[in-house]
């Protein structure tokens, strides 16, 4: 029971490389987000899909895109990272409707130079 | 415009005593209410939560308390561990338009359980 799968774990990057973080979800969870966690900033949302094909912005989704061809997969990509897209980046899924039991990754740390 | 609020970034607790964690929100619209904790370098998971037609949930050592009239809720832990030290995120919910719930976090707050 894999549950929420994120790759990689840990990434540097340059400014202005492109790079996608990848998520994976093997609960068949229609609903699907990512989050970015920063010190004393809690857990912000950057998008998110409430099924194959649907997606929408969150709190913070400038700089970020997102697509959902698949119930499984939701990666994120960052087209031209910057200093300040540094973050632990978290992916969660639930079922419709499930307000609690988001489950979560176990997040990727990126951290752009 | 912080809609969910943890004013307390960190707390300190002695083992076997009680640890209150508290959260206040802002919009009247919230009627689901969840605590995550996390551990460092691991993603959060869920603990508890409460609707909003309730005023407490227990589960074993935790308790969520709501308090709908000052829009405030709290986590109780009865005894604290020291395995309880980590991040609690207060999460809150309105009720979805055309689509899932989408819950929003406050920032945290950090315990820490003495031995």
């Known amino acids: 029971n894999a549950g929420v799968t994120q790759t990689p774990k840990f990434q540097v990057l340059k400014t202005g490389q492109s790079m996608t973080l990848q998520c994976a979800q093997d609960?068949?969870?229609?609903?699907m987000s990512w989050y970015r966690q920063d010190p004393g900033m809690g857990l912000r949302l950057i998008h998110y899909s409430v099924g194959a094909g649907i997606t929408d912005q969150g709190e913070v989704p400038n700089g970020y895109n997102v697509s959902r061809s698949t119930t499984e997969d939701f990666p994120l990509r960052l087209l031209s990272a910057a200093p300040s897209q540094t973050s632990v980046y978290f992916c969660a899924s639930s079922s419709h409707y499930a307000a609690e039991k988001l489950f979560f990754g176990s997040g990727t740390q990126l951290s752009v130079l | 415009d912080q809609q969910v609020k943890q004013n307390s970034p960190s707390l300190s607790v002695q083992e076997g005593r009680i640890s209150i964690l508290n959260c206040d929100y802002t919009?009247?619209?919230?009627?689901?209410f969840l605590w995550y904790k996390k551990y460092p370098a691991e993603g959060p998971t869920f603990l508890i939560s409460i609707s909003s037609i309730k005023d407490k949930n227990e589960d074993g050592r935790f308790t969520v308390f709501l308090n709908k009239s000052a829009k405030h809720l709290s986590l109780h832990i009865v005894p604290s561990q020291p395995g309880d030290s980590a991040v609690y995120f207060c999460a809150a919910s309105a009720p979805p338009s055309g689509g899932s719930y989408i819950p929003t976090f406050g920032r945290g707050t950090s315990l820490i359980v003495h031995p």
């Open positions: 609960m068949n969870h229609e609903y």
């Open positions: 919009n009247s619209m919230f009627d689901y």
